[in-house]
Each structure stands twice: as C-alpha cells, then as structure tokens.
C-alpha cells in the first residue's frame, strides 16, 4: 500500500506533456502583491510587534518566511500537471473534512471568541482555508466528470448542495459566519457555470437567506455586532470600535496618503496586519493605492478567467474559475468590511494580510492556475525537424536526365522495335 502511495506520488512530477510556459503576467501579480504584503505588514505591525514582543520586525520575519515558502510551494505546484491530481480529490476532501471536525471536538485553537486553528508546530493551519481550496477541487471534478447530467437535479445540484452544506455547517460551528458564505458562494457560481439550470438557485436563495438571517438573528452576539455596525457612532467605543477606526484609517488617508510607515490608526485599529490591513493601505497610500490594490486583484481575476477559458478540459476550466473567484471575492468582501460597507468578519485580503496557513494555501492555490494555464506542447521527432524540408522532385528533370549505358541501351532496343512494326494505321 506504501509503495502505491509513493508510487502515485511520484507520478504527479513525472513530465508532462503540458511543459509550455506558463502565464508570466500572474506570477508576476503574485509575487507583487506577496512582495507588497511583506512591506504592509511590516508597517502595520512594527508598533505592536514592539510592545508584545519588544522586536519591531516580529511579524516582519515570519511573513517574510511565510512568504518565500509560498512562492516555494506555489512554483512546486505549478509543474504538477492538474490532471493528475483527479485521482487524490475525494482524499483532499476527506482530509479537509476531518480538519474542520478536529477543529470543533475540543483539539481547536482558540481565539477571538472560535476555534478556527489547529496548532501544527510553530504554524496554525485554518481548516476552513483548506477546505475552500479542497471543495474547489472537488466541485471541478464532479461537474467535469457529470457534464450533461448536471441539469438533472439528482446529479448536478442535490450532491453539491449537500457536501457544500455539510462544510459550512462545520464553518457555522466553529463558529466562522465569513468562511461559510464564501464556501455557498463558490459553490452555487461552480454549478451556474457548469450549467445547472438557474430555476434550482430560487428556491436554494430564498431558503439559504432565510437560515442565514436566522443565524445572525437568533444568535446574539452576531446580532449585536450587525445593531453596532448600522449606527457605529453610537459603539465607536465598543462593539463598532474596530469598523470605526478602520473607516477612519481611510478618512484620514485621504487621495495621496500620510506615507509609507507614517500612519497613526495602528496605535489604535485591532488586527490591522491582518483582516483590517486594507485600512492601512488606504491611510498611507490614500485613495490612490487602494484603487491601484483593487485594480491588481482585478488583473489577477482576469488573468485566471483567461485561463480557464483557454483550459484543455472541463476539469481545468472549473479549476481556474473557482480560484479566481475565491481570490476576488475574499478580496472584495475583506475591503468592503474595512470600509464598513459590510459588517466585520475575519476573512483576510488574499497573498497579503497576515497569516501562515491562509497564505500557504493562497500560494497552493496560485500553483494550480499557473498550472492550469501553461499550454499542452507536442513533442516531436527532433531528428526529422532538423533534417530540413523533404527534397522535391521535378517530373521534367526526372525525364530528360541520364542514367548512364544502360539507360542507353534500354532506350536504343526500344526504338528498334518501334521500327519494326507494322504500319497499322495506313492499312485502315
């Protein structure tokens, strides 16, 4: 069983006729906004970085470690050719799945009010971040593998919908309000790509919305959070302390920004390197950077939707369009909440904010659609490529050249009997 296990393994960095190059302009993306993030959470962090841990650059050099071994894992990723990795998808998933339960049966770590972590070493892997990568993957499959028989309800929209569920009432329990709607989201927009007819997302909007109001409802510091967040003036000082400092890190930023490493709200806004570092964008860069910040995850998005339209398969095509859209929209929801369009919710802004497993499994993420967009090369005989064009061959040259005696010979014996026929034509 071992030596299967390897064996397999060993077959996912086997070459691969899909060698072509890969998408320059996203890695390159990539590698700017993790280069970005280093720089940002060095300027949001060094103050509490000095009164925590009395080390200015504490954060500074675990992002910055983090981060190279993103990049490590994402270009390791990106020779593994996506088709390859079908086999090992329903173990992914069960792997994500016996993460989440760890997480909530008393082996979780705790903090700020969920048990989101399991400590693994120095690292704190988030199983609801594996698991948006690990449902990702296996949606891709499932609808690849069904194709025509996702418009039929027992195929293409009930199985979804069940795993999805399950995943998100494990999310729930953690509890982590945020990882479940992105977890609904991806999901339903898988399945309208896939084509699952559009009249089963009715019903599946209307019951998702009710139970989603009944969870914010009926639970009463959610409840109490969404009552701060519509009149933050009144809870500046406390449930709204955090979504009202961020609105200010922005106000006071203004077009150009107070500069790089020159602003104030990190004295005072909570977690501002990691969910709300947004904020800290739009107080030093200003207007101007959180728009050319939004502008780079746009390109991003782009750039993974191209891939998946040029995918060879269905499989690379649900593949690319899950992760853009899992980068596009924590990235969208993470600013809007730190802009106070939406209420707070600890979802961090994508290869930026932060963290050592949300960044890993980014960086996994990136290695994936790299993949996904080199393009097929195929090999050919190098030896008859280099040989030239096949000579060609010239039927008057062919006629009236020599081919020494006894090309002679023949032609003289010929003429000889043509002498001696008889003359036919004039006896008729």
């Keep these: 069983m071992l030596r299967g296990a390897f064996g397999a393994i060993r077959g996912l960095f086997a070459p691969s006729p899909r060698s072509g ?22 300027s949001a962090s060094a103050y509490e970085g000095t009164v925590v841990f009395r080390d200015a650059q504490y954060f500074l050099k675990r992002q910055a470690m ?5 990049v490590l894992l994402m270009l390791i990723i990106s020779k593994i050719d996506y088709q390859r990795i079908q086999p090992f998808t329903h173990p992914i998933l069960g792997l994500c799945m016996a993460l989440m339960l760890l997480s909530i049966t008393g082996l979780g770590h705790s903090g700020g009010g969920a048990t989101r972590w399991l400590k693994l070493g120095p690292v704190n892997v988030q199983p609801s971040e594996v698991s948006k990568l690990g449902l990702i993957m296996w949606m891709a499959y499932s609808l690849g593998k069904k194709r025509e028989k996702v418009k039929q309800f ?4 009930l199985p979804h919908l069940i795993v999805a ?6 999310c729930l329990k953690q509890p982590d309000f945020g990882g479940a709607v992105v977890l609904l989201t991806l999901t339903a927009a898988l399945m309208f790509i896939a084509g699952v007819r559009w009249v089963w997302f009715i019903p599946m909007g209307i019951v998702g919305g009710f139970l989603g109001f009944a969870a914010v409802r009926f639970k009463q510091y959610r409840w109490e959070r969404i009552q701060a967040w519509q009149d933050m003036m009144h809870h500046r000082h406390d449930l709204a302390y955090q979504p ?10 203004d077009l150009m920004g107070l500069g790089l ?3 104030y709200q990190v004295l005072y806004l909570p977690e501002a390197h ?9 107080e030093e860069l200003g207007y101007i950077g959180i728009v050319l910040l939004l502008l780079t995850y746009v390109l991003l998005v782009s750039r993974g939707i191209r891939a998946a339209l040029n995918a060879e398969d269905e499989y690379g095509s649900y593949i690319a369009f899950g992760i853009s859209l899992f980068v596009g929209v924590q990235a969208l929801w993470n600013v809007a909440v730190a802009m106070a369009i939406l209420p707070t919710k600890g979802l961090t802004l994508p290869l930026v904010s932060y963290g050592g497993s949300s960044l890993l499994v980014n960086c996994a ?7 996904v967009s080199r393009q097929r090369v195929e090999h050919r005989n190098t030896r008859l490529a280099d040989a030239g064009p096949a000579p060609e061959v010239s039927a008057m040259l062919v006629t009236e050249a020599g081919f020494g005696p006894e090309a002679a010979h023949l032609e003289a014996s010929n003429e000889a009997q043509v002498a001696g026929m008889p003359n036919t034509a004039g006896a008729v």
Excluded: C, E
């Design 244 to 253: 009202f400092q961020s609105v200010m890190s922005f106000g006071s930023g």
């Design 21 to 42: 190059p890969f998408d320059t302009v996203l890695m390159a993306v990539v590698i700017a906004l993790l280069g970005f993030g280093v720089v940002m959470v060095f």
């Design 154 to 157: 027992s195929y293409g929209f």
């Design 165 to 170: 569920g399950i995943f998100t009432l494990l």
């Design 261 to 263: 490493g020159k602003g």
């Design 66 to 70: 983090y981060a190279g071994g993103g």
């Design 274 to 282: 990691n969910d709300f570092i947004s904020a800290i964008v739009g």
């Design 365 to 371: 993420a990136m290695g994936v659609l790299l993949n």
